[in-house]
Nanobody
Framework: VQLQASGGGLVQAGGSLRLSCAASGLKLANYAFAWIRQVAGKEREGVAYSAGGGRSTTVYSDSVKGRFSISRADDENTVYLQMNSLKAEDTAVYYC???????????????????WGQGTHVTVSS
């Protein structure tokens, strides 16, 4: 299984970016996905979750709710994270993750994911 994240970069505060996660070796529809971000020296933070297994549930952290949107194109085996109204505090490395559609862990827990991409850097200048 491979998750290839892309789309990060440098953007001014208030701007937008769209991250992509191209999955191979698995069927997207059978997995839940999440975007997890990390700032050096801080704990990982789950910011967006998309259910698999035929469910359309999405969950967002309070820090990004209303600004970020996760979507999936099962026919393209790709998951997206649209990030709008970016803030300096959104600066982080963003990881695409995949795991089973059902878990005893909370939706945005960083511990529930079996597969991780390599991360893509997002820098928001204020």
């Amino acid at each position: 299984v491979q998750l290839q994240a892309s789309g990060g970069g440098l953007v001014q505060a208030g701007g937008s970016l769209r991250l992509s996660c191209a999955a191979s070796g698995l069927k997207l529809a059978n997995y839940a996905f999440a975007w997890i971000r990390q700032v050096a020296g801080k704990e990982r933070e789950g910011v967006a979750y998309s259910a698999g297994g035929g469910r359309s549930t999405t969950v967002y952290s309070d820090s990004v709710k209303g600004r970020f949107s996760i979507s999936r194109a099962d026919d393209e085996n790709t998951v997206y994270l649209q990030m709008n109204s970016l803030k300096a505090e959104d600066t982080a490395v963003y990881y695409c993750t995949a795991g089973p559609p059902y878990s005893s862990s909370s939706y945005l827990s960083a511990n529930r994911w079996n597969y991780w991409g390599q991360g893509t850097h997002v820098t928001v200048s204020s």
